[in-house]
C-alpha cells in the first residue's frame, strides 16, 4: 500500500495513511513523510503499535534523537522510563500509579497547558517531536498545534520589519514560574541555563518565514523586559487566534510528529484522577537558530 496523506487544512495538518511506522522505511516512505512534514508541519498517524524501542527506532530516520530533559530538572525522583531518549507525557509516578496533586512532576508538566514549542530552552533546540499515545482518558486531554508560519505571513509589514532581527531569551524556568511552579534545585536550574533563540526564523524544508515563539520565552535582549514580553504575549494572543490552530483529539495507537521549528502546541485539560500515558520522542535541529537562517 502507498502512502496517503490527506490534509486537515490546505497548508497546516494532515493525516496519513498507509504505513506501518513500527517497521523499517524504505528511502521512497521517509521523502514522502518528510515532504508532508515541511508542507503541513503537523501530521498525524492512526493505529500504530509501537513500544519505545520502535519508537526511537522510527524517528531517528529524521535526525539525531534529543535527551529528554526530564530527568535534569527532576533528579530526586523515581522515573518510569530508563531511556533518556523517551520523555515521558503521563500522569503516572515511577511505579505507574497516578500521580498526586501535589507531585512536584505533576505541577511541573502543567506547563505543557501554555502555548510553547518544545527544546526552545536548549542551545540546539528541538525539531521534530513525536508523541505516541499508550492510554487515552475518555474525555478532554486534546493537543492544539498552532501554525506559525501563517501567523507570521498575516503580520502588517511593518510588524515584520519591527521583528526583524530581534532575540528572545529561553528558559524552561520562565515557564514554570509563570505557574509559580518554582521549586526546583540550583543544580537543576544550572542544568538548563537560558538561551537566546530567534524570534524570526526560516524553516529549512518550506523555506518560509515563521514566528519562533513558546512560553520559554522570556524576554527580548537589549530591549526592557517589560517592553520585551508584552511583544512576545501580543505574537503569542496573534498565533493563537482559531483561524491558526488544528486541535487534535486522540485515540489509543495514534503517533503525531509535530515541526517545532514552525508551531506551538499545548495541552487541554482533562480528569487527572485517569491514567492518560503518552510518550515523546524530539530529534535535534542542527544548531542554534542563530547559527540558522533568519
Same mark, same amino acid.
Given at each position: 500500500?502507498?502512502?496517503?496523506?490527506?490534509?486537515?487544512?490546505?497548508?497546516?495538518?494532515?493525516?496519513?495513511?498507509?504505513?506501518?511506522?513500527?517497521?523499517?522505511?524504505?528511502?521512497?516512505?521517509?521523502?514522502?513523510?518528510?515532504?508532508?512534514?515541511?508542507?503541513?508541519?503537523?501530521?498525524?498517524?492512526?493505529?500504530?503499535?509501537?513500544?519505545?524501542?520502535?519508537?526511537?527506532?522510527?524517528?531517528?530516520?529524521?535526525?539525531?534523537?534529543?535527551?529528554?530533559?526530564?530527568?535534569?530538572?527532576?533528579?530526586?525522583?523515581?522515573?518510569?522510563?530508563?531511556?533518556?531518549?523517551?520523555?515521558?507525557?503521563?500522569?503516572?509516578?515511577?511505579?505507574?500509579?497516578?500521580?498526586?496533586?501535589?507531585?512536584?512532576?505533576?505541577?511541573?508538566?502543567?506547563?505543557?497547558?501554555?502555548?510553547?514549542?518544545?527544546?526552545?530552552?536548549?542551545?540546539?533546540?528541538?525539531?521534530?517531536?513525536?508523541?505516541?499515545?499508550?492510554?487515552?482518558?475518555?474525555?478532554?486531554?486534546?493537543?492544539?498545534?498552532?501554525?506559525?508560519?501563517?501567523?507570521?505571513?498575516?503580520?502588517?509589514?511593518?510588524?515584520?520589519?519591527?521583528?526583524?532581527?530581534?532575540?528572545?531569551?529561553?528558559?524552561?524556568?520562565?515557564?514554570?514560574?509563570?505557574?509559580?511552579?518554582?521549586?526546583?534545585?540550583?543544580?537543576?536550574?544550572?542544568?538548563?541555563?537560558?538561551?537566546?533563540?530567534?524570534?524570526?526564523?526560516?524553516?529549512?524544508?518550506?523555506?518560509?518565514?515563521?514566528?519562533?515563539?513558546?512560553?520559554?520565552?522570556?524576554?527580548?535582549?537589549?530591549?526592557?523586559?517589560?517592553?520585551?514580553? =508584552?511583544?512576545?504575549?501580543?505574537?503569542?494572543?496573534?498565533?493563537?487566534?482559531?483561524?491558526?490552530?488544528?486541535?487534535?483529539?486522540?485515540?489509543?495507537?495514534?503517533?503525531?510528529?509535530?515541526?517545532?521549528?514552525?508551531?506551538?502546541?499545548?495541552?487541554?485539560?482533562?480528569?487527572?484522577?485517569?491514567?492518560?500515558? =503518552?510518550?515523546?520522542?524530539?530529534?535535534?535541529?542542527?544548531?542554534?537558530?542563530?547559527?540558522?537562517?533568519?
Amino acid at each position: 500500500m502507498s502512502i496517503t496523506v490527506t490534509p486537515a487544512h490546505p497548508d497546516f495538518a494532515a493525516e496519513i495513511a498507509g504505513v506501518d511506522v513500527s517497521r523499517p522505511l524504505n528511502p521512497a516512505d521517509r521523502q514522502a513523510i518528510e515532504d508532508a512534514i515541511d508542507r503541513y508541519a503537523v501530521v498525524v498517524f492512526r493505529g500504530q503499535t509501537l513500544d519505545d524501542e520502535k519508537q526511537v527506532a522510527f524517528a531517528r530516520n529524521f535526525g539525531p534523537i534529543a535527551s529528554s530533559a526530564l530527568k535534569l530538572r527532576h533528579r530526586d525522583i523515581k522515573h518510569r522510563i530508563e531511556s533518556s531518549d523517551v520523555a515521558d507525557i503521563s500522569n503516572l509516578d515511577g511505579d505507574g500509579n497516578v500521580l498526586k496533586p501535589d507531585a512536584r512532576r505533576r505541577l511541573d508538566g502543567l506547563a505543557n497547558r501554555l502555548w510553547h514549542t518544545d527544546a526552545s530552552f536548549r542551545a540546539v533546540p528541538g525539531a521534530l517531536s513525536m508523541l505516541y499515545a499508550h492510554v487515552i482518558p475518555e474525555e478532554g486531554g486534546d493537543t492544539e498545534f498552532a501554525d506559525l508560519r501563517a501567523a507570521y505571513d498575516a503580520l502588517p509589514e511593518a510588524k515584520k520589519n519591527e521583528l526583524e532581527g530581534l532575540v528572545a531569551e529561553h528558559s524552561i524556568w520562565r515557564s514554570r514560574e509563570q505557574l509559580g511552579v518554582v521549586q526546583y534545585t540550583d543544580e537543576e536550574r544550572a542544568s538548563l541555563p537560558p538561551v537566546p533563540q530567534r524570534l524570526v526564523r526560516t524553516h529549512p524544508g518550506s523555506h518560509r518565514k515563521t514566528l519562533y515563539l513558546a512560553a520559554h520565552a522570556s524576554h527580548i535582549l537589549g530591549m526592557p523586559v517589560a517592553d520585551g514580553r =508584552l511583544i512576545i504575549l501580543d505574537l503569542i494572543e496573534h498565533a493563537t487566534q482559531p483561524r491558526f490552530v488544528h486541535a487534535h483529539r486522540w485515540a489509543k495507537g495514534d503517533l503525531v510528529i509535530w515541526d517545532n521549528r514552525c508551531t506551538m502546541h499545548r495541552a487541554r485539560p482533562f480528569d487527572t484522577t485517569k491514567v492518560r500515558d =503518552l510518550r515523546r520522542v524530539t530529534t535535534r535541529d542542527v544548531a542554534s537558530t542563530l547559527e540558522q537562517a533568519a
